[in-house]
């Protein structure tokens, strides 16, 4: 995934930045906007995260700008291979979301006319093939689209200063106000700025061109296009006294719990959905990363609750399970709703005529338009790369749903979001052992063995350490070879009925060295271990 955004209007490079910070989640390897200076196009771009534009994008007088936040795919993430690219003739910049397929025979026959690559990249073949065409920009973009395959969000720039903008599989959208015009990959970016937006379709193409906004069908005839009204959302960009936005979101769990709870405590919302659940053989949860954790979570307890098979599967897998879905419910699970191999398999179920919904943090995004209904998770906008007000959002929905739907207690979270504050703080010996610690292990058993996932995920993405979780009854085969003395083993105990088995796993790991810090009832403190994190009593688990 990457993200683009493209600011028509004063203050061009000032808003495409602030669009791109908000667009981070979506890939952070080198960042790169590129606008006008005398005629010319003008390109800046470095390695690492988006600050690193910062100084020059504030500085642009540009009137345009198209900017890029890159997650590398083809080639390495280094100032080459970042985004706008130029085209051979320095005629067009171009910033890409998607993989072109085809690119290595487009490729070659590029090389073979004479036209020479400097960067790694699927997105300067695209750029060079388009500029390679005759015509106006936006009718290169239209004959070069037909031997493209596969997905793209392509915003151009011409060294004109006309803007052309078109997507395949990728999301972009448009919104226009008083002072200029945006596109972006995610509609998060307009929230405070714009009150409605228009997501492009397949076969539109956007032309910018002296300030004048067109859009066009394939055959480049204008069309009409209604803009969608965008509900009120802030988004807080500061860190209001938190030094990252992860830990800024940390905090706000127990404000996310309270959001749930009145959001769902009608029913209302579980009404609307509740037939779909009926006369289905089995329901599938689909996301990606933690999205994915949050659906094996969904799983557990949908299928304990409602005893219908639940199972979840990784989005990019999914396709390879297809045998196995019949009559199935759909639930696809994102944070942002544009994650391309979550997008890729609603129409699996689409084609066979199954109902899906979407359970996402951006009821505005692609999947909510997908899919048949919508649960928003009400996390509030999520900047960190590094998801956690949104995982526990989701997983709580995934529980609040069960419960309703089994009719057994409607109530569920009353009080949680209090218990939740209380949690906020942690002994800094752990964090210490953990940050000297070659790697790190978690474990848990049942809905434990999903925080251990997650929770190993989370250290691997932040602190670049080799962490895995486990259910804890696996790690006797084979893993333990791999603890030493002093290794940090994190046991997750909260289902009582698990508690000794969880315990005595615990236990074989201390007995190799394991620095045992353990997460369970306070019930539990006398249990042998290095640390103890108590968990209050939850009261829909007892
Ligand atoms: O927006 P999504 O929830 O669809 O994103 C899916 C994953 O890329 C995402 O959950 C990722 O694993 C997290 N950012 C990890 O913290």
Same mark, same amino acid.
């Given at each position: 995934?990457?993200?683009?955004?493209?600011?028509?209007?004063?203050? $061009?490079?000032?808003?495409?930045?602030?669009?791109?910070?908000?667009?981070?989640?979506?890939?952070?390897?080198?960042?790169?906007? +590129?606008?006008?200076?005398?005629?010319?196009?003008? %390109?800046?771009? =470095?390695?690492?995260?988006?600050?690193?534009?910062?100084?020059?994008?504030?500085?642009?007088?540009?009137?345009?700008?198209?900017?890029?936040?890159?997650?590398?795919?083809?080639?390495? +993430?280094?100032?080459?291979?970042?985004?706008?690219?130029?085209?051979?003739?320095?005629?067009?910049?171009?910033?890409?979301?998607?993989?072109?397929?085809?690119?290595?025979?487009?490729? /070659?026959?590029?090389?073979?006319?004479?036209?020479?690559? !400097? &960067?790694?990249?699927?997105?300067?073949? *695209?750029?060079?093939?388009?500029?390679?065409?005759?015509?106006?920009?936006?009718?290169?973009?239209?004959?070069? =689209?037909?031997?493209?395959?596969?997905?793209?969000?392509?915003?151009?720039?011409?060294?004109?200063? /006309?803007?052309?903008? +078109?997507?395949?599989?990728?999301?972009?959208?448009?919104?226009?106000?008083?002072?200029?015009?945006?596109?972006?990959?995610?509609?998060?970016?307009?929230? !405070?700025?714009?009150?409605?937006?228009?997501?492009?379709?397949?076969?539109?193409?956007?032309?910018?061109?002296?300030?004048?906004?067109?859009?066009?069908?394939?055959?480049?005839?204008?069309? @009409?296009?209604?803009?969608?009204?965008?509900?009120?959302?802030?988004?807080?960009?500061?860190?209001?006294?938190?030094?990252?936005?992860?830990?800024?979101?940390?905090?706000?769990?127990?404000?996310?719990?309270?959001?749930?709870? &009145?959001?769902?405590?009608?029913?209302?919302?579980?009404?609307?959905?509740?037939?779909?659940?009926?006369?289905?053989? !089995?329901?599938?949860?689909?996301?990606?990363?933690? $999205?994915?954790?949050?659906?094996?979570?969904?799983?557990?307890?949908?299928?304990?609750?409602?005893?219908? =098979?639940?199972?979840?599967?990784?989005?990019?897998?999914?396709?390879?399970?297809?045998?196995?879905?019949?009559?199935?419910?759909?639930?696809?699970?994102?944070?942002?709703?544009?994650?391309?191999?979550?997008?890729?398999?609603?129409?699996?179920?689409?084609?066979?005529?199954?109902?899906?919904?979407?359970?996402?943090?951006?009821?505005?995004?692609?999947?909510?338009?997908?899919?048949?209904?919508?649960?928003?998770?009400?996390?509030?906008?999520?900047? *960190?790369?590094? &998801?956690?007000?949104?995982?526990? *959002?989701?997983?709580? %929905?995934?529980?609040?749903?069960?419960?309703?739907?089994?009719?057994?207690?409607?109530?569920?979270?009353?009080?949680?979001?209090?218990?939740?504050?209380?949690?906020?703080?942690?002994?800094?010996?752990?964090?210490?052992?953990?940050?000297? #610690?070659?790697?790190?292990?978690?474990?848990?058993? @049942?809905?434990?063995?999903?925080?251990?996932?997650?929770?190993?995920?989370?250290?691997?993405?932040?602190?670049?350490? &080799?962490?895995?979780?486990?259910?804890?009854?696996?790690?006797?085969?084979? /893993?333990? +070879?791999?603890?030493? @003395?002093?290794?940090?083993?994190?046991?997750?105990?909260?289902?009582?009925?698990?508690?000794?088995?969880?315990?005595?796993?615990?236990?074989? #790991?201390?007995?190799?060295?394991?620095?045992?810090?353990? %997460?369970?009832?306070?019930?539990?403190?006398?249990?042998?271990?290095?640390?103890?994190?108590?968990?209050? =009593?939850?009261?829909?688990?007892?």
């Amino acid at each position: 995934m990457c993200g683009i955004a493209c600011y028509v209007g004063k203050n $061009a490079g000032k808003n495409c930045f602030e669009a791109l910070e908000k667009l981070e989640y979506r890939g952070y390897d080198s960042a790169g906007i +590129a606008g006008l200076e005398n005629g010319e196009i003008c %390109v800046y771009k =470095r390695r690492g995260r988006v600050n690193a534009i910062k100084d020059y994008a504030l500085k642009m007088q540009s009137g345009v700008a198209i900017a890029h936040t890159r997650w590398a795919t083809h080639g390495g +993430a280094n100032e080459q291979n970042a985004h706008p690219h130029l085209s051979f003739d320095r005629s067009i910049a171009l910033v890409h979301n998607g993989i072109i397929e085809n690119f290595q025979t487009l490729r /070659t026959e590029l090389l073979m006319k004479g036209i020479g690559l !400097s &960067s790694e990249t699927d997105t300067e073949v *695209a750029l060079n093939l388009i500029a390679s065409e005759s015509g106006t920009l936006k009718e290169k973009l239209k004959k070069a =689209r037909n031997k493209l395959v596969g997905s793209y969000a392509f915003v151009l720039l011409d060294k004109d200063g /006309t803007i052309v903008a +078109a997507r395949n599989k990728s999301p972009l959208y448009l919104a226009k106000g008083q002072d200029g015009i945006m596109l972006s990959s995610d509609v998060l970016c307009f929230f !405070s700025l714009y009150d409605s937006f228009y997501p492009l379709s397949e076969n539109d193409i956007v032309e910018i061109k002296n300030g004048e906004l067109r859009v066009l069908n394939e055959n480049l005839q204008e069309k @009409e296009i209604s803009f969608k009204p965008l509900s009120k959302s802030e988004v807080e960009i500061s860190l209001l006294g938190y030094s990252y936005f992860m830990e800024k979101e940390i905090h706000e769990i127990p404000k996310v719990i309270s959001k749930i709870e &009145s959001h769902y405590k009608s029913g209302e919302e579980f009404e609307k959905i509740k037939d779909l659940f009926s006369g289905i053989d !089995s329901i599938a949860i689909v996301g990606c990363g933690t $999205a994915y954790h949050a659906a094996l979570y969904g799983a557990k307890v949908l299928e304990n609750k409602l005893g219908i =098979r639940a199972d979840a599967f990784v989005a990019s897998e999914l396709k390879y399970a297809n045998k196995v879905l019949h009559n199935t419910l759909g639930i696809f699970v994102s944070q942002s709703g544009e994650t391309a191999d979550t997008l890729g398999c609603v129409n699996i179920f689409k084609e066979r005529g199954f109902k899906t919904i979407a359970l996402t943090n951006n009821t505005h995004s692609t999947l909510a338009r997908l899919c048949d209904q919508t649960l928003p998770v009400c996390a509030g906008v999520e900047i *960190a790369v590094a &998801s956690t007000k949104a995982y526990v *959002a989701q997983i709580l %929905v995934f529980t609040f749903l069960a419960y309703y739907l089994s009719g057994e207690k409607r109530d569920i979270l009353k009080g949680l979001s209090s218990k939740a504050k209380k949690l906020l703080s942690i002994d800094k010996r752990i964090v210490k052992d953990i940050k000297s #610690a070659k790697q790190v292990f978690f474990i848990g058993r @049942e809905k434990d063995s999903v925080t251990a996932l997650e929770s190993a995920l989370k250290l691997k993405e932040i602190t670049y350490k &080799s962490a895995e979780g486990y259910s804890a009854g696996e790690l006797k085969h084979g /893993t333990l +070879a791999l603890i030493e @003395e002093g290794t940090p083993v994190v046991v997750f105990a909260s289902v009582s009925c698990l508690m000794q088995k969880t315990l005595s796993s615990a236990e074989e #790991a201390r007995a190799r060295g394991a620095k045992i810090i353990l %997460v369970a009832p306070k019930t539990q403190k006398d249990t042998k271990c290095d640390y103890f994190l108590s968990l209050p =009593r939850v009261d829909f688990e007892e």
